[in-house]
């Protein structure tokens, strides 16, 4: 059976889907008690079915991606009826992700670059970035004329960034991220306004964390605990919770040799 590896983004929004429809079930069973004994009763169901489904949530590490003929069949049915910047995307993150095709995925995007969407753009050099292409997806990312008005853009840049060693450079566009992430609908998403929801606090989770990773390699400790701990409150998932860490991140690089 083939798992997926997932962005932590993403991984929240599956494990929190997958929390609600155990609770699902878990409400269907405290109604029936409660219907046929009584409301103690009920309440007690209730407390132990939603504990046991957030105990199971958070055990939960991984997900099977869909079937590979079904997800080919959807995608070449949408793709003929939406050619928007956000099926393009989508599209391309699937043929990346599920079916392990990086050189058809990126060409997909490149077609579509001149629109200089943000979601095409950021996708792209999200994929980049993976295969080690860390220069190209920067320089394609600040061509973009929203590079420094787009959330994502802007964290997306901050990761590359923070790739490549310009740290001070990555905290900066980090921070302008956060700023910016306040707007409605971030990142884009076709999806249910639930999803929506839990997609938008997850990706400023994420931010939160990876500045304060920048604050570690910086030696600023303060405004790393103080990132850490914004992020995890935006966590339901204490799987996901990042911790400052004892030794500072690639200290070793920074300190100056004492012997």
Known sequence: MRVMRYDPEILYVHKLCFFMFLSTF?????????????????????????????????LKKDFNPPETKLTAKRM??????????????RFASQLYYYFHEPA???????????????????????????EGKAKRALYILRDNPFALVDPLLLATQGRVLKHIGKIPEATRLFERSLSLSKREKFPKSS????????????????????LA???IILDDITQAKKHYKAGNRLL????????????????????KNTY
């Open 191 to 210: 999806s249910n306004w639930i999803t929506q929801k839990i997609l938008t606090i997850s990706y400023i989770a994420n931010i939160h964390h990876r």
């Open 76 to 89: 070449a049915h949408t793709i003929l009826q939406d050619t928007s910047p956000l099926s393009i995307a």
């Open 104 to 130: 058809q995925a990126i060409s997909l995007l490149e077609k579509y670059l001149p629109s200089q969407d943000p979601l095409i753009c950021t996708t792209l050099g999200d994929i980049l970035l993976k």
């Open 26 to 58: 878990t409400l269907l069973a405290a109604a029936i008690v409660t219907w046929n004994f009584d409301i103690p009763s009920g309440l007690k169901v209730l407390a132990a079915g939603l504990g046991l489904s957030y105990i199971v949530m958070v």
């Open 213 to 215: 990773d920048c604050y």
């Open 236 to 255: 339901l998932d204490i799987s996901l919770w990042r911790r400052c860490p004892p030794v500072p991140i690639d200290s070793t690089k920074n300190r």
